[in-house]
């Protein structure tokens, strides 16, 4: 069975909990403990959430101070599974495989963990927004559950990540965002504006989910509310105090994207209105003054 979430995070740093998880589960933690490389091991995703379903997979999240080798990574995973996915650089470097008799599948995600802590601690300490899922990685460690903790490394990590939602944060994060929705020169909608003149279905629809990347990262930052990743944001959004009533605008949005001719335009603009009507009556009219918040890194604007 499952180690109780609970338990996992209390319990001392490098325990041995192999006998309360799934064998291949258990398997990972007994090998990779062994390996220099390996500084830490948390179970995080749907597994540690109120959403775990028959279906959940065992997101497994490993920090590294040097890679461990594909040989090793392989040879394990055949123990289970003779169809391994091993060494995946897709979306970072990882592992995706299953214990198909016992119908455990597991996705190990690799993180070097100076750089992980770092990248952190630039937001939570520095302040620093991104263009949508400003605070995702930090909601994924503070929704994480350690399995294995080499030297107490991680215990530090759960400690930062328990750091209270930054104001400065808050406001950087509405002043980034909002601007790109339809203010600046090269808005979101200023250029799906061009791609329905230019008959450009694909640009549209490519700019419409960089715009709702950009609404939901204001919202939860309004809210002060971790950004919880990209899946089930509607019911994330319905159940905050500032934005529940902008899911049916999101609804609307998304359906007039099938015509974009006729309606697109319109409802961006009237989920654009009400948003910075909830910025203002959070009290963060004054984040939304975009006097030097004209430049971005997103490569697509």
């Known amino acids: 069975g499952v180690r109780d979430p609970a338990q996992a995070r209390a319990a001392p740093a490098g325990i041995d909990v192999t006998g309360k998880l799934p064998d291949a589960v258990a398997a990972i933690v007994t090998c990779f403990a062994t390996r220099p490389e390996v500084a830490a091991i948390a179970l995080g995703g749907s597994r540690t959430s109120s959403h775990i379903d028959a279906a959940s997979d065992y997101d497994l999240y490993v920090y590294l101070d040097g890679e461990i080798p594909l040989d090793v990574r392989r040879e394990l995973a055949a123990r289970f599974d ?16 299953a214990d198909r008799a016992a119908g455990v599948s597991v996705d190990l995600m690799y993180w070097e963990r100076a750089g992980f802590e770092r990248q952190l601690r630039e937001v939570i300490e520095g302040y620093h927004p991104s263009i949508g899922y400003s605070t995702a990685f930090w909601h994924t460690v503070r929704h994480s559950t350690p399995i294995f903790d080499r030297d107490g490394w991680f215990a530090g990590l759960l400690t930062l990540a328990a750091t209270p939602y930054p104001e400065p944060l808050r406001r950087a994060i509405v002043a980034f965002n909002q601007p790109l929705l339809r203010t600046t020169r090269s808005s979101y909608r200023h250029q ?11 640009s549209v629809q490519h700019r419409l989910t960089a715009l709702l990347a950009s609404v939901f990262d204001i919202v939860f930052a309004v809210n002060r509310t971790l950004h919880p990743g990209e899946k089930r944001l509607l019911d994330h959004l319905g159940q905050l105090e500032h934005g529940a009533h902008l899911v049916p605008r999101i609804r609307a949005l998304i359906l007039a ?9 319109p409802a961006i603009d009237a989920l ?17 003054d975009t006097a030097g918040m004209r430049n971005s890194s997103d490569p697509g604007v």
Request: aromatic share 6%; hydrophobic share 40%.
């Open 192 to 202: 799906i504006e061009l791609a329905i003149e230019r008959d450009d279905p694909v």
């Open 82 to 97: 003779s169809d391994a996915e091993i060494g995946n650089t897709w979306f970072g470097p990882g592992d995706e495989w």
């Open 257 to 265: 994207s099938a015509d974009p001719v006729r309606g697109l335009l």
């Open 272 to 288: 654009c209105d009400d948003l910075d009507a909830t910025i203002r009556d959070a009290g963060l009219a004054d984040a939304i």
